[in-house]
């Protein structure tokens, strides 16, 4: 008797699927990528992606510096290169806030932090379509299902540059609620959470 693919064989336990979730998450797990690589799973893949140019580091560093400035009286501050993690998908922001002490917000295998925890992400945008897509679009879902209150955007290939800042988030929807959108020169307001108040300026998106 041959058995069908999806049948085992008499006397043996039929194994489960584990689902494209965790097959991926595994696969994640396992990469060694070259330095200068990092790699996320968004909406049903593994993204490999180089870090930043020039130009996207520098607009990171001034973002950076200036929330860190803003957020110094307070219990939060800044960070870069960690993974956020929902479920078993993964997101590697530009930057985010959280708390001073990140042991207090670990994903459930202790290989990043609980992206439903973080109050404020921001992406720089990187050249090409895909880039872009990946940090309007896709990643514009994948934060708002993670019900991450604040995502801000700094897109230096929009027209001369612009800033977006969304927030109020449907996680069930997947979309965010309310939408700023600016081009450089422009304050934008984030206008919640420990950033509430801090505007992106001219001074961060200069050429």
Not at 31 to 37: N, T, V
Not at 79 to 96: A, E, M, S, T, W
Not at 166 to 193: I, N, Q, W
Request: hydrophobic fraction near 40%; charge should be negative.
């Amino acid at each position: 008797m041959t058995a069908l693919a999806h049948e085992a064989p008499c006397g043996e336990p039929q194994q489960e699927d584990p689902g494209l979730d965790e097959v991926l998450w595994q696969a994640w797990k396992a990469l060694d990528l070259p330095e200068g690589y990092r790699a996320e799973i968004i909406e049903g893949s593994i993204e490999v992606s180089p870090t930043g140019r020039r130009r996207h580091g520098l607009l990171a560093h001034r973002l950076r510096r200036a929330l860190e400035a803003h957020l110094a009286q307070g219990e939060y501050t800044v960070y870069q290169d960690f993974n956020l993690v929902h479920g078993r998908k993964v997101c590697i922001p530009d930057l985010f806030v959280g708390p001073e002490d990140l042991d207090g917000i670990p994903d459930e295998e202790d290989l990043g932090v609980d992206a439903t925890r973080v109050p404020l992400v921001a992406e720089i945008v990187s050249p090409g379509r895909e880039a872009r897509a990946r940090d309007q679009v896709r990643k514009r879902r994948w934060y708002a299902t993670a019900g991450v209150p604040v995502y801000l955007i700094v897109d230096d290939f929009a027209g001369d540059g612009t800033v977006t800042v969304l927030s109020s988030p449907d996680p069930a929807k997947g979309v965010y609620a309310a939408e700023t959108h600016a081009p450089y020169g422009t304050d934008v307001v984030v206008p919640d959470g420990p950033a509430k108040g801090f505007a992106v300026t001219a001074a961060i998106t200069a050429r």
